[in-house]
């Protein structure tokens, strides 16, 4: 404590100083308060007697104003004693009393006669800043000399704040006053907006924009300590207050606040202190009865704490909501030692579970604390990572796992939680996660069968396929024969065609059996029977026997491998289901990493079928769960390819091109998917006109392709595409080659759309110049899905009926059809020919001439609906193609109905038939 300097009464008064005028600081919108304690000093003058109290938060203003308030009564003439109570001495009895009378020169054994004596000499003002750390006992006896100065002048300023939980009422000085009417308590409040604006015009010199002085309140939380400090530092930068400088006055403004925290922190008692930094971990999860227990003030009134909090100015109330602001928090953790923050957590996680939190809730705060070694700990952060899984949070997952790892925990359950931990990480960390299950692979404890396979199952996926599979093969011959088994199936599942390495590999692994009998092993093979086009019966059966028995938590390779041989038998629907229920299994059990496997695999079965609007949502989903392209090079590669090919069916070869010229990762150039993306880039060149480089690309997609003993061409028709290049260049010879092999290999697989797209271009002469060729290759690939392939044969067929002079009503009908095909994408190559052989069918009838006023009025969308509802489709089929709701196909009929002025699905074909001129 520092009492000033107090006037010996047996010595001359110096002649008064100057009288104070105008504020600086934080005092500028202080002026009523300025009024009303300079009245009190009229008051004191006039031999009357007065008490004031000063309350406001930290930075407030409210000591600024009392020693402002202490030089004016200087200069009026009035004595002044000044005394400031400091925390280090708020315990020691009559420490403020003391000050003041060491002040005036008097013994402290009588402590109250002093100073009334002097005050009936002179005029006597008696100053007390940080009211709130004096001690009890001076306290009482302020109260004391209050209650005796009515008649005498005597004034007694305290200022301060009330941020002390269990300290002293001081503010209650003002009621012990003899006279009411010179009894004042100010509370100082936070400057407005005007306020606010005044400030920065004395300290910048010049008027702030408006929304620069918005940007300067809200960065000093409205405290005018800090708002003044970070107005003082803008101002030295030579800056104007204009709102282009706005991250200035924000950055200055965010560093000085921080400090002013601090400041506020370090002048706080231990109790309030204590109060924030339960409020601060536990304030967003526990009510304030369960904050005050955690800080050990439960024995306090709520209503008190509270308004001992709000006194801070590092809180905000919202009803019964108090809340630490984000700034203070920060701070408030920031400056607690880490094991102390560390048992607070998890004091408030035993607090939160117990009440009956949310998981997640619990969760997020044994995050932050120590292993606590409870029983409901472990099963908490598990089902908390598991809800962060399916909201799409893989990072908090991985981070629930990674501290329940740190609880006392069996060998079983510890390995458990890393496979589990490492599922996580393979989504946004992959490195860490193919590290984890690297080790788990390789430990040849026999117990730990399922977790093994589980471990391959999900580093093959993730992209490690050389890592896994040398792992698988060097662990398979310590473990058990059906561990041995499940090991075989997955080795093979990631590549089952590729025997190049599998010889390589030490120790080799054993090839799948011919006829296997376990379901896992069963998918494999049929895919490797389908790659090599050879057995399509058996291929079909081995998948479908895959698929019959899937069992939750087994490896999900193995069944992927089963959904994509049925692909290539043409059993396109049973594909689609077991992808789906894949699809569904992996989101449920958290294996997300395998997730783009199966939703590329669908985007290309989708693709086959038609369904363009699918495929396309297919491969953005996959997109965005891929965690980085380059741990993923097969279904980067998948991916990428299958785009471009949509994008060229649906007319958009800008966008195709420009990805079919971005550079792919160096690991996709080894995948079995490398030629996928070699044959988009072939169409794409075709599309550009350019056959050479077309014909070069598949080529050598084909040479990959045979590699990898890839032979059947229901994968990639690369030979009938380069045969269609080559035809449209001259090279009819090299053309029959090439679909003359396709067809023969076509033929020995047996589905019935390789075939047809075989037959479609394996003759002498291009399909579309040969009716009885094209007609034959469109019925057989109308038995199957209306994919791209089939499109193309009712495209040949017009095309050859019209060439040869044919059945007109059968070129017709082939356009009709096609135009059906083809409403869902009319900039597509497909839906443009179409529109040409319409125009040859009908060669007097201009476009449009059929065509309604009232049809211009449809949107493109809208037009698109109502084609597909003319040549019969249901609203449900309209639903599938569009990628809509039923309401919403259902809806945007209705408004096609309203503008061509109909009313049934009758008169809508009828005027379709009318302007197709069927």
Known sequence: MSPSAFPDPSRPIASPVPEPHGASGPLLHHSHEQDTLSSLLDRLASGRSAVVTLTGRPGYGQNALARWTARLARSRGPWVLSARAVPSESGLR????????????????????????????????????????????????????????????LAVLASGSDACALGPDWRSLATSSPDPAGAHELVLGPPSPADAALTVRTVCGVEGEPEFTGAALRASAAVPAVLHATLRQFARHGHLPVALRIPEIETIGRAVLDDHIGRVLRGLPTETVAALRALAVGGRVLEFPAVCALAGLGHLREDRLRAVLDATG????????????????????????????????GAAARVAHHAGAADQTVAGLLLHSRPLGTPWTVPVLRRSSEAAQREGDHARAAAYLARALREPLDEERHERLTLDLAAAELVTTPEAGIRRLGELTRTRDGARSALRVYAVDLGLAAGDTDGMRRAAAEVRPAVAAEEQEALVALFWAADPADREHAERTVPEMPPLPAHPATALQAGPRAWQLALAGDGLTTARELARTALARPSRGAPLLPYLAACKALCLTGDHDEADAGLSALLTGVRADGRQVVAPHILAARAELNLRRGLLAAAEQDIGDAERALPRPSRHPAATAQLRAVRIVVDLERGDTVRAGALAAEPAPEAARHSPYWPHLLFARAMVAAADHDPVEAVHLLRECGRLLLHRNHVNPALLPWRSAAARVLRSSGQEAEAHRLGSEELRLARRWGAVGPVGWAELNAGPAAAHEDPARARYAADLLGRGQAGPAYQRALADLAAAELAAGGSRQAAAAAVARLKVLTATHPQGPMAQRARRLAAELAPTRSPGDARPAAWTELSPPEVRTATLAAHGHSNTQIAGLLSLSRRAVELRLSRV??????????????????????
């Open 94 to 153: 009559h420490g403020v009393a003391d000050q003041l009378l060491t002040a005036l020169g008097a013994p402290s054994a009588d402590r109250l006669p002093p100073v009334l004596r002097a005050a009936r000499q002179h005029p006597l003002l008696l100053v007390l800043e940080d009211a709130q750390w004096t001690d009890p006992e001076s306290l009482h006896w302020l109260h004391a000399l209050v209650r005796r100065s009515a008649t005498v002048p």
């Open 314 to 345: 590092l809180v905000r109330n919202s009803g019964a909501d108090t809340r630490v602001v984000a700034e203070a928090g920060l701070r408030i953790l920031a400056e607690m030692e880490p094991a102390e923050r560390a048992a607070l957590h």
């Open 897 to 918: 109905y309203r503008k061509l002025r109909i009313g049934s699905r009758e008169e809508l074909r009828a005027l379709v038939r009318d302007m197709e001129g069927r």
